[in-house]
């Protein structure tokens, strides 16, 4: 991984350049966060990869060095509810405009991860994959995943019948098993649920 994506984008006179990726369009409860990140241009910072591929452990130290060496960094996040209201692809695309218009920077180029550009006032591209090619979006990749897990952990001291720390929210086998002895939270997307909801009429 290299700032080949960011060279490129300043070549072509942007100055201010932000990585971007999101956490949990996957799981049946809890909101989808994205994070919008600057890096000082050649930063180095070791370890950093898409955050899929590193643990738990590592992510969390990756995070305090993100927030302290970035030129500037946003999280943002959409609940359950409005993923149900406007659809998990429409409600990632508003957690990561909330994230791009978040930075305390202004950026002036946004670089996706995936194959889809969600709405922006600023120019950008999108790079599949992104999150294990631009140290920007590996950089966002982390603080997004990071950001909804704590989330979900604190849902679980709320609500330890669902086991949310242990299964963040996805579909687990686990976590059906809890929904099924305790039925739907207000923190489920019920969009997703369409089979138990079905099941259950």
Known sequence: MDYTYEIEAAAKGYKAICGVDEAGRGPLAG?????????????????????????EKKREQLFDVICEKAIAYSIASVDAKTIDEINILQATFLAMRKAVEGLPVKADFAMIDGNRMPPLDIDGETIIKGDGKSPSIAAASILAKVSRDRYMLELDKQMPQY????????????????????????????????????DNK
């Not at 241009?41 to 070791?46: A, F, K, Q, R, S």
């Not at 720390?165 to 939270?185: D, F, Q, R, W």
């Open 31 to 55: 909101p989808v966060y994205a994070a919008a990140v600057i890096l000082p241009e050649g930063l180095e910072i070791e370890g950093l990869n898409d955050s899929k591929k590193i643990s």
């Open 163 to 198: 086991c949310f720390a242990k299964h963040k929210g996805y579909g687990t086998k686990l976590h059906y098993e809890c929904i099924e002895a305790n039925g739907i939270s207000e923190h489920h997307r019920l969009t997703f649920l369409k089979k138990i909801i079905g």
